[in-house]
């Protein structure tokens, strides 16, 4: 049974940094590419970024590119959102997503606020 279990989230100011982690169990981690969405009140849902299954292909949208930075560790079954510079824009839930056998799996999601 597939899995993906996201973690921390938070309120953090403006120019702030918070890392995302997301745990997965269920598949072989390292054969899929791992992706980050988010969904902000009101919108539908974006992604953020991708990383291939050994990270060698990195890709993000262009509002994050240069503030955030995806990752994995393979041994641990687990990929990363480092998210540095926030804005409030980047208020939104985020959710962890793969793909496996033409079905998409998705995290609960955790919740991001940038405010002062």
């Known amino acids: 049974q597939v899995q993906l279990v996201e973690s921390g989230g938070g309120l953090v100011q403006p120019g702030g940094s918070l890392t995302l982690s997301c745990v997965a169990s269920?598949?072989?981690?390292?054969?899929?590419?791992m992706r980050w969405y988010r969904q902000a009140p009101g919108k539908e849902r974006e992604l953020v970024a991708h990383?291939?299954?050994?990270?060698?292909?990195?890709n993000y949208a262009d509002s994050v590119k240069g503030r955030f930075t995806i990752s994995r560790d393979n041994a641990k079954n687990t990929v990363y959102l480092q998210m540095n510079s926030l804005k409030p824009e980047d208020t939104a839930v985020y959710y962890c997503?793969?793909?496996?056998?033409?079905?998409?799996?998705w995290g609960q999601g955790t919740q991001v606020t940038v405010s002062s």
């Open positions: 990383i291939s299954s050994f990270g060698s292909v990195r």
């Open positions: 269920g598949f072989t981690f390292s054969q899929l590419v």
């Open positions: 997503n793969t793909n496996l056998y033409d079905s998409n799996y």
